[in-house]
């Protein structure tokens, strides 16, 4: 389980699992979410919150795991801006220990 600091005074947290970043890697929820701009304002966790409910509205809708990261993370009464750059940089920490812990195909080949 993970926590990210959900205000600036780091009086606010919220928990993440890796099923949560599970959740998002498989529907890619966070690629091309932010402009070129890098900035993540309000408008950005709008953004997510606009297309995870088109997805909950479509066939995701009965996927438990995506109504978790819903309840639990995205639509949390503490998630704001500053949470969702938290959460991002904690997701792409995630997928890099993920990438880093997985063989490289020279040493699949090598076997």
Same mark, same amino acid.
């Given at each position: 389980?993970?926590?990210?600091?959900?205000n600036l005074s780091g009086t606010r947290s919220?928990?993440?699992s890796d099923e949560h970043l599970a959740t998002i890697e498989k529907y890619h929820l966070l690629d091309h979410l932010v402009d070129s701009n890098g900035i993540?304002?309000?408008?950005v966790l +709008? /953004?997510?919150?606009?297309?995870?409910r088109s997805m909950l509205?479509?066939?995701?809708g009965? +996927? /438990?795991a995506l109504l978790d990261l819903c309840l639990d993370v995205v639509y949390h009464s503490h998630m704001k801006a500053f949470g969702l750059q938290h959460l991002i940089a904690l997701y792409e920490s995630w997928e890099q220990t993920r990438q880093a812990a997985l063989p490289s195909?020279?040493?699949?080949?090598?076997t």
């Open positions: 389980m993970h926590k990210i600091q959900a919220i928990a993440v993540v304002d309000e408008s +709008d /953004k997510l919150r606009f297309n995870i509205a479509g066939d995701g009965t +996927d /438990k195909p020279e040493a699949e080949a090598a």
